[in-house]
């Protein structure tokens, strides 16, 4: 708890250094109307911090702000880059109001009688599109392939515990996996280079790059191999705090994001460009291109965007807690909702 105290702390000082010195710099600056008109002044302030920088993992929030779904529920949204420690601590701390985060790291979030106090609103993509990219040929298209060759790894416990269970379940041995320590960012020039064999990827980004580049790959997917692994990654987070004092607010907020990804899923081109708009920096073929991949991920099979199916949720932090994956057991049946979300 003392840790968790200090980390609001940290995020409660961080924010201010990000509001006061790069606000002109994010793209999400220069998104939307910002006019100063006596109609925007009542506009209700929400704080939206990303997980990294502008991604097609965010599309529906840059096209809710720029077609004006937001403005029209009556709502002003400040978009900012996260602190080094992440969404979460901004929004358990009620400096942000929404943020992005992920299950998988989540759990500690979570822990029956020590949680931090923030919860799932949203899926962002119904099924986890993440899994091992190597290159083509070389015996890695199936976790056993990974023996003998190296894995780029960020030295979570979550992340090897999976890499381990896939490997032993296709009948290899996890120890002979070399596992060597990177944050990979460049996943095409690490597989070109030999820098690395295998690389955790979403595909709808790293993956999709490298089919634009030429590189000839192999991939298979975490959720393909074990359904416990198909979870959901990346999901929009509240503060409870925000959530209890201001229910109507936030069902505004996501009933416009709804609506920005659902323009996504039907207009992918167009919500690339709105993208594009929004961080120029982004490589517009690669842009178009996931954003394409995405436009049946977002929803896939799901009654409506952002639903959350508590068996899945649930069945992977069961998967957590039997493997002791993190300090504590964390909680099931806790930690998300669909109440706030249109149906």
């Known amino acids: 708890m003392k840790k968790i105290m200090s980390l609001l702390l940290i995020a409660v000082l961080t924010f201010g250094m990000l509001t006061g010195c790069g606000a002109k710099e994010e793209p999400a600056a220069e998104v939307g109307t910002s006019e100063s008109t006596e109609e925007n002044k009542e506009l209700e302030k929400i704080t939206f911090v990303l997980d990294w920088t502008p991604n097609t993992n965010h599309t529906g929030l840059y096209v809710a702000q720029k077609l004006g779904f937001f403005e029209e529920a009556g709502l002003e949204v400040e978009i900012v880059q996260p602190p080094e420690d992440g969404a979460v601590v901004l929004v358990a701390s009620g400096k942000a109001q929404f943020g992005v985060s992920f299950q998988d790291s989540l759990a500690p979030a ?16 119904q099924h986890n599109t993440s899994g091992i990219i190597s290159r083509a040929g070389e015996g890695m298209d199936t976790p056993k392939g990974m023996e003998g060759h190296s894995y780029a790894t960020w030295n979570g416990a979550i992340e090897l515990a999976t890499i381990e269970k896939v490997v032993e379940a296709d009948g290899g041995d996890y120890s002979k996996v070399e596992l060597i320590p ?130 899945r949720w649930n069945n992977f932090y069961k998967w957590v807690n039997e493997n002791e994956l993190v300090e504590g057991d964390v909680m099931l049946n806790a930690g998300f909702t669909n109440e706030y979300l249109p149906q």
């Open 110 to 125: 979570f822990i029956e009688g020590d949680a931090i106090p923030v919860t799932a609103v949203a899926s962002v993509i």
């Open 182 to 311: 990177s944050t990979v960012t460049d996943e095409v020039s690490a597989l070109k280079t030999n820098s690395v064999d295998s690389i955790w990827i979403f595909y709808a980004w790293a993956g999709v790059k490298t089919e634009l580049e030429g590189l000839a790959t192999d991939y298979f997917a975490f959720a393909d191999i074990d359904p416990v692994f198909d979870y959901y990654t990346p999901v929009i987070v509240a503060g409870n705090k925000f959530l209890e004092e201001n229910p109507e607010t936030a069902k505004a907020f996501l009933s416009a994001l709804s609506k920005g990804y659902e323009f996504a899923i039907e207009n992918p081109e167009e919500a690339a460009d709105i993208l594009c708009s929004a961080a120029p920096e982004l490589d517009k073929e690669l842009v178009v291109a996931s954003q394409k991949y995405l436009a049946d991920q977002y929803r896939s099979d799901a009654p409506y965007w952002g639903f959350i199916d508590a068996d």
